[in-house]
């Protein structure tokens, strides 16, 4: 059921894309699948995701659990990227959004990390989360 992967990626985007909240305070346009380079500012990028066998004896599922990257940027603030985190996590938390060919059963915010990365020195929040669908 690995197929659910992208339209789950998908609504999220556009859930997230859709909050007038985070985009006040990251700006439009700084929701990637890709991290951007040189990027400057606070940005979020997909990250990764585990797809396993949800299926139950009658309907066809699948169980992802699923990152989300806030990436303080070059002239970006931990407290920025911490703030923008926490509005995700609120935003998708128990959200309902449509996906194509596939039922969302449920989206929940399971963790939340601030680090800095090793190479960069810059500061970013892993955000993972857990979803199950089932295929329509």
């Not at 992208?6 to 007038?20: F, G, H, K, N, S």
């Not at 990251?26 to 585990?50: F, L, S």
């Not at 990390?113 to 810059?122: E, I, P, Y």
């Amino acid at each position: 059921m690995s197929d659910a992967i992208l339209p789950l990626r998908a609504a999220v985007q556009a859930a997230l894309e859709a909050d007038t909240g985070l985009i006040a305070l990251i700006g439009p346009g700084r929701i990637h699948d890709e991290a951007p380079r040189g990027a400057t500012g606070v940005y979020v990028v997909h990250g990764e995701v585990e797809a396993r066998d949800w299926s139950t004896g009658t309907e066809r599922g699948c169980e992802q659990d699923f990152g989300l990257t806030v990436w303080a940027g070059e002239s970006g603030s931990a407290r920025l990227a911490l703030e923008a985190a926490a509005r995700i996590a609120t935003v998708l938390d128990e959200a309902t959004p449509a996906l194509v060919g596939h039922r969302l059963v449920n989206l929940r915010w399971r963790s939340s990390r601030l680090a800095r990365d090793g190479a960069t020195g810059l500061a970013f929040v892993a955000l993972r989360f857990l979803a199950v669908t089932e295929a329509l």
